[in-house]
């Protein structure tokens, strides 16, 4: 008896995943290797000093762009796509990371964090929505411009895609801009930081608030330093946190305004749980975790195992970073003419300033 032909596709299609994963892993070690061996090998060298300032973000995005540019000339890049989950690894790392932080810096944070993600989200999405009318924009398109760019990127363009039905075309423009967005976000917003001399937590609150992807505000986090890694992480979370309101009111909005229907009332409770980001939950969940842990064993005895965990953070952060590179296409921006890009950059502006303003607000003094 022959093998059925989906059976042959399926076991095929598994094999380039796990081949994709592979590849992600393998840069991941050499990220790794650079990360712990290059300051060691050039200590005393004209490179040393800068090999010793750069973290793993960096040698993570760079060696994954080197790797998507060598798998495209092999012709294999979009047939091991499907290993590169830079979402997955990103919402394990930042999990983990939840370990890390003492539960009563969240909610410190939180008062300023919610504060600055509505107004900051309700600023941005008004004015990248009034602009994208302004410049004759397909209202599902503006749509997702709006909430990628004030909310937490391709995440936000995938949900908001859902809640207006928007084409597959204009799902994959906002994206591709999205991360076209973040890559320089990630190495300017440090060195913006250190120019103005800001502390980290009003360096973190402006990174959060303003890179579009949840693994990009992390490894801009992490080059300014660990505090500034928290708060950036608290802030971006607590947007995601919002992306399921956001979600629904475009879903209500397009639904009663644009279509006229009228069962829109229904399930909407359910459809917010759907698209609330879960991993929010297991961020607040491991810092609760390892505060009441600390606390019973002591700070000394609960040491070894929060650097364990970590360092397992840091291993997925890396898979991540290098899944960004691995993923990044300039293809699907070609076609999408000078609009979208103008609303998008346009906004990304209003989003840095205003961004700037609320952080210098909002978190000023913060943990002093």
Same mark, same amino acid.
């Given at each position: ?78 047939? $091991? ?21 003492? #539960? ?62 928007? *084409? ?67 802030? *971006? ?18 639904? $009663? ?58 291993? #997925?952060?890396? $898979? ?41 607000? $909002? ?6």
């Amino acid at each position: 008896m022959t093998e059925a032909p989906t059976t042959r596709t399926t076991a095929s299609s598994t094999s380039w995943v796990i081949g994709g994963v592979a590849v992600v892993i393998a840069i991941g070690a050499l990220v790794r290797l650079l990360e712990q061996g290059l300051p060691a090998w050039t200590e005393g060298t004209a490179f040393g000093d800068v090999a010793a300032a750069i973290e793993y973000p960096v040698y993570a995005i760079v060696l994954g762009l080197i790797g998507n540019v060598v798998l495209t000339q092999l012709g294999v890049r979009d047939r $091991l796509a499907g290993g590169f989950r830079t979402e997955f690894f990103i919402k394990t790392g930042l999990v983990l990371l939840g370990a890390s932080i003492n #539960f009563s810096v969240i909610v410190s944070a939180a008062g300023p964090a919610i504060v600055q993600a509505l107004l900051l989200i309700s600023i941005v999405f008004g004015f990248t929505w009034w602009l994208g009318g302004r410049l004759g924009l397909d209202d599902r398109l503006r749509a997702l411009l709006s909430t990628a760019v004030s909310i937490c990127g391709v995440s936000a363009a995938i949900a908001a895609a859902g809640a207006v039905q928007a *084409k597959k075309e204009q799902l994959a423009y906002t994206a591709s801009m999205v991360v076209l967005f973040a890559l320089p976000s990630i190495f300017l917003l440090p060195l913006a930081v250190d120019a103005l001399g800001l502390a980290q937590p009003v360096a973190g609150a402006w990174i959060g608030g303003n890179i579009d992807t949840t693994a990009a505000v992390s490894a801009a986090g992490a080059l300014v330093g660990e505090e500034a890694l928290q708060i950036a992480t608290i802030v *971006k979370t607590t947007q995601n946190a919002l992306l399921g309101v956001v979600a629904v009111a475009l879903t209500a909005w397009f639904a $009663l305004r644009v279509e006229r229907r009228a069962d829109i009332g229904r399930g909407r409770g359910r459809e917010l749980w759907e698209r609330f980001p879960k991993f929010v939950l297991g961020f607040l969940a491991a810092s609760i975790i390892a505060t009441v842990f600390t606390a019973v064993v002591g700070s000394a005895a609960a040491k070894p195992l929060i650097s364990s965990v970590n360092d397992l953070r840091t291993i #997925f952060l890396i $898979l991540a970073f290098v899944s960004i590179g691995l993923e990044f296409r300039v293809a699907p921006l070609k076609e999408v003419g000078w609009r979208p890009v103008g609303v998008f950059a346009s906004a990304t502006a209003v989003n840095l300033v205003v961004g700037l303003g609320l952080a210098v607000l $909002l978190f000023s003094g913060f943990g002093a």
